[in-house]
């Protein structure tokens, strides 16, 4: 019972007062660079789909309140405004109709950040699970961007589904029809990890630097690693991947040359190369879909563990109940 009281107290200590480093570099700045980026990119759906949308949200909304007729202008003004859309291009597939985004920011330095995993492997170990979570849980320092986009091969059939079950009098089709439209929507999740942005942002401002100021560029690129190796242990990257080991590698050979005849452009142009390349595959975007393939990998991977767990334990039994018997032995003696 002490034994988790300690551990509680220290999970505390360790939530109040993990995030008061400051950051090297304006994370929020680079934040909202990203942002402005992708909102600049993002291309605005054409105006026949997304009054299509808004049409069959009216029709479902009638069709809760009872209003059948209301319901059936509604589809009947969204499917004509489908196939508007599909009349100007029959090749539309998937179309981006929203775009949202979601920052964290994590403070702590990577010292913090380890010493907290290693807090909740403990109280893991202990038991105290609740705990365990929260002191995990603001390990996030990223930006996540949502795009939910319409599939117009599928979308606007499920939509003249609806209608044609409403003009059969079938208002329970009909409703399920337009739930099929909108369970097709498609979600894809992009994570852009801040560390990795900073990371970036402070070897650029090293290479900016006069080749004079040895020093500063030399803080620059430890702040760097130091940035890259919160990225690692926030599972941003993996300390073993190619791309992690070569950008260390870059830092450490500026860093050498630095002090000697500072040569550094060509491995300057080289680090921002590498870094783009860790930046690109970190972020690519994934559909956020349910994935009965995954879900089954990581239900078989449970199991395996679950049965060498029950193995162990088997294993483990005869020799308990020896030690059981010797220590029953030394009792009565």
Known sequence: ????????????????????????????????????QEVKNHKQAPKEIVTGMQNTFQALKALQGNKKDEA??????????????????????????????????????????????????????????QIAIDTIAPLKDELDITTISIPMKIYPL??????????????????????EAMNSLVVFEAIVPTPLLATQDLIVEAS?????????????????????????????????????????????????????????????????????????????SKMRLPNPAQEAAAETKVNKFEKKESVKAKTDTPEFKKEVHQDEKKTLK
Do not use: W
């Open 1 to 36: 019972m002490k034994k988790r009281f300690l551990l509680s107290t220290l999970a505390c200590g360790l939530l109040l007062g993990a995030t008061a480093l400051q950051a090297k570099t304006d994370k929020k700045v680079l934040v909202r660079n990203v942002m402005q």
């Open 72 to 129: 059936k202008k509604a589809l009947e003004a969204a499917t004509k405004s489908f196939d508007a859309a599909l009349k100007v291009n029959p090749e539309l597939d998937l179309i981006p109709i929203d775009e949202r985004f979601q920052a964290y920011e994590f403070l702590g330095s990577s010292k913090v950040i380890s010493a907290r995993i290693k807090l909740a492997e403990q109280l893991l170990k202990a038991h105290d699970t």
């Open 158 to 179: 499920a939509t003249k589904k609806a209608l044609d079950a409403l003009n059969k009098g079938d208002t329970k089709a009909a409703v399920a029809a337009i739930a």
């Open 208 to 284: 900016k630097l006069d080749k004079s100021k040895k020093e500063e560029a030399g803080k620059l690129l430890q702040a760097a690693k130091e940035e890259l190796k919160r990225a690692e242990l926030l599972g941003y990257t993996k300390k073993h991947e190619a791309d992690y080991t070569l950008l260390n590698s870059d830092i450490d050979k500026i860093q050498a040359e630095i002090k000697g005849k500072n040569e550094v452009e060509k491995l300057y142009d080289k680090m921002k190369v590498d870094m783009k390349k860790i930046i690109d595959r970190t972020r690519i």
